[in-house]
């Protein structure tokens, strides 16, 4: 599977994107700097070639696996996942990943006639782009009329938040507000609400004595089991797991 080097170049001077091209056996064949620091590996040679169970925690690994496999037997991209993912100097961040399928004819360079599209093509490799969610300023957020949003979100997370009510408070349509809310924090409404309960799900696992019950109700999630589910499909970690972890360090 050949790679355009222009193309990893590209994705070099982008500190903040993560991207990886996988081949049909789930190696590696393409890497930018931002992804090797990902790995804690030091250099491309030393991910080239390598599956994700050879480079990241079990948890992590079976993850990522899971999804190429989904993309891989589908043939269908997956899209803005929202993930919160252990940055090199330990500190956590929010990332939305998509996973594009790659086509043996794509690959190959040679060209399809649309009656042959109508024929599903094995894929031939998966191109990944993590892209690291940033803290927007508070001006970005007061610029954009969000300001009131995020204070209502913050104050009343143990309730249910509807985008339409969410909406309201932002003084403008649904659709005005999803485009405001990807402007400005690359997420949608629904999206930004789970990572606040998330987030504040982790601050209150790591400094506080809360039960696990407890922790559910006051950020917003049905129950326990949902803040499990929840917290890890997203973090890959269960809530307790997660606890354990970052007090050990």
Avoid at 22 to 51: L, Q
Avoid at 83 to 108: C, H, M, N, Q
Avoid at 113 to 140: F, N, Q
Avoid at 160 to 189: H, I, N
């Amino acid at each position: 599977m050949a790679v355009q080097q222009e193309l990893v170049q590209i994705f070099d001077v982008l500190v903040n994107v993560m991207f990886c091209v996988k081949d049909r056996d789930n190696r590696y064949v393409a890497v930018n700097d931002a992804f090797v620091r990902r790995t804690g590996r030091r250099s491309k040679r030393e991910v080239i070639g390598h599956m994700a169970n050879e480079l990241f925690l079990p948890e992590l690994a079976e993850r990522y696996e899971k999804q190429d496999a989904q993309v891989f037997a589908s043939g269908n991209a997956l899209r803005d996942q929202l993930e919160l993912i252990r940055r090199p100097d330990g500190s956590l961040g929010w990332y939305l990943t998509t996973k594009l399928p790659v086509f043996e004819s794509e690959a190959s360079g040679s060209t399809t006639s649309s009656s042959a599209r109508a024929t599903p093509r094995p894929v031939d490799g998966i191109v990944s782009v993590s892209r690291d969610l940033e803290t927007p300023s508070g001006e970005g957020i007061a610029v954009a009329s969000l300001t009131r949003v995020v204070d209502h979100v913050a104050d009343r997370l143990n309730e249910k938040l509807a985008v339409s009510s969410l909406a309201e408070v932002a003084g403008c349509t649904v659709s005005q507000l999803q485009r405001r809310m990807k402007q400005v924090f690359g997420l949608t409404p629904t999206q930004y609400i789970l990572r606040v309960r998330v987030d504040r799900a982790a601050e209150l696992l790591i400094n506080s004595e809360r039960s696990l019950a407890e922790i559910a109700t006051h950020c917003g999630f049905y129950d326990q089991a949902d803040l499990t589910r929840k917290f890890a499909r997203l973090t890959n970690e269960t809530p307790a797991r997660f606890r354990v972890a970052h007090r050990r360090h």
